[in-house]
């Protein structure tokens, strides 16, 4: 039987586990002592100090032109570096974003039957869920989440987004508009940065046919945090992804060499990260960085990624200015469903896919 039909183990929504007020959490959630989210040695003391860069991003339609090009300079640096950066001024609505993370909150909080309606299965994942991979007996992450496509037009379907909390479905595709568009201008500045024609990335997603989805993560309380994680270290398999974290509990966390930066959201700002098909694109010179979630036992987390990803069906290849007798093309042609297919059968599994794609000559 095809793989994708069915879960392979019954699903067990996390939140009805943290609801029943177990205080040990099942085996299934118990990572392995090396996967476990207790402060390695290596991270620094003044991890307080460190945060993944802040950028103001109407520094961009500034009249004085060393402000536009320093703030040109900053995103470059954040994509090299870091592979992860806050915006701020970024033009989508204060009031949008926080009645959609309302929304999506309320949503969470309706009792289990409602949201049972909405459960997914691995043949699309569109709907209400609880794991991400069909592997057996595989350790589970400590979150529930709720996914739906939104672009191209043609897989949108609005009859699979939540009909309650009322104002969902209105507030979803009204702030799906505004992070397309805010996408839009991110991928133009990505190319000019990477020295390509202004344009380079958003056509080479597939111009108007690029694919978005949004997927709002629900991490409920963990009586025990130091054992399992709210998502697995992974990279976005996609091509950009903007996060509207909870403001009020943090969670992020992004790998920087062999130790993790706990991300402090500031408040208002999205945070951008770079996805494996704009590393294959950029032929690995910005990197998807490795992310993972913790969790905690006093508050639940809420969050929202906006994945902006190439159209399924385009072969993919790195650029070909980014080509050249020293930096021979990395990666393999390869369409964006293709490559998804990894992530959908086998979880989430740090960076090991895209670096498995390398090509070794
Ligand atoms: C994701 C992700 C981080 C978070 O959904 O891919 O990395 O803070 N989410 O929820
Ligand atoms: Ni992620």
Redesign the pocket.
Known sequence: MNCFQTWPEPIVRVQSLSDSGITTIPERYIKLLQDRPTPSPNTPHNDDLINIPTIDLSNLQSDDISVRRDTLGQISRACIEWGFFQVVNHGVSHSLMKRTAEVWREFFELPIEEKQVYANSPATYEGYGSRLGVEKGVKLDWSDYFFLNYLPRSVRDENKWPRFPSSCRELVAEYGDELGRLCEKLMKVFSLNLGLEEDYLQKAFGGEDIDACLRANFYPKCPQPDLTLG?SP???PGGM?L?LPDVHVSGLQVRRGDHWVTVKPVPNAFIV?IGDQIQLLSNATYKSVE?RVIVNSAKERVSL?FFYNPNGNIPLQPAQKLVTEDHPALYPTMTYNEYRLFIRKRG?RGKSQVESLKSHN
């Open positions: 998502l992974h990279s976005d992804t996060l990260n992310h990624a989430l």
